[in-house]
């Protein structure tokens, strides 16, 4: 609503059970939007007047990516586009930039991804801490900082994700395999193969998603 100027800097916003029951949707939810809203200073909360929307036109532009991933429709595909855009020519830089910290920090996450599949777990926090590493190993603060203002949606997406590509046998094997070689190219040095291989990871877990959208979560 903000977003599309329903709402603008200055507007008080309808109260908490009002806003739930037009979006159709519980207290809790609009509790939780209301808070994550307040904490990248898109809104402010005073106690006793109620909730106002603040002036965002001089905000950061991670900030503005937060504001923008928080209130897409489809927040997981528009999350794996984005990731493509970015992750793609981040693995391109670490490739060309990595040091052996990087390497090492990339190669413990990938064997912790490993060992979680083998246990049977879900992977997906080692699955985030590789390709966080990645980013780190490209070197570029600006880049860092905008992976760090959706890593939150970062988060509770990967789970999402995994639940999903889990449904189809032989998956957390393929995922595994998909990492391995982009670790291999960034370790070999080769940007385009870093690039490409990344590209090729992230299409595949989105057609693997496409497939499995309408399959319940067992």
């Not at 939780?32 to 109620?50: C, Q, S, V």
């Not at 990087?102 to 064997?111: A, G, S, T």
């Not at 490409?196 to 499995?212: P, T």
């Amino acid at each position: 609503m903000i977003v599309r100027g329903e709402l603008n800097p200055g507007d008080k916003l309808i109260p908490e059970r009002e806003l739930a029951d037009r979006l159709q949707v519980g207290r809790s939810a609009v509790r939780e939007a209301y808070r994550t809203l307040e904490a990248i200073g898109i809104i402010d909360i005073r106690p006793g007047e109620g909730t106002f929307v603040r002036e965002i036109g001089t905000k950061s532009m991670t900030d503005i990516m937060s504001l923008a991933v928080l209130t897409g429709k489809d927040t997981l595909f528009e999350l794996l586009e984005l990731r493509k855009i970015i992750e793609t020519e981040a693995s391109s830089l670490a490739a060309l930039r990595r040091t052996k910290e990087d390497l090492n920090n990339m190669k413990y996450w990938l064997d912790k991804m490993n060992e979680d599949i083998n246990r049977g777990s879900l992977g997906d926090l080692s699955d985030l801490k590789f390709h966080y590493a990645i980013t780190d190993a490209a070197h570029n603060s600006l880049l860092m900082r905008l992976m760090n203002s959706i890593s939150e949606t970062m988060i509770k997406e990967m789970k999402n994700v995994r639940e999903k590509l889990y449904l189809t046998p032989g998956t957390p094997k393929r995922l595994y395999e998909q990492h391995v070689i982009i670790y291999q190219a960034i370790l070999n040095g080769d940007e385009k193969e870093a690039r490409d291989a990344m590209m090729n990871h992230l299409i595949n877990v989105e057609k693997g998603l496409i497939q499995n959208m309408s399959r319940p979560v067992s």
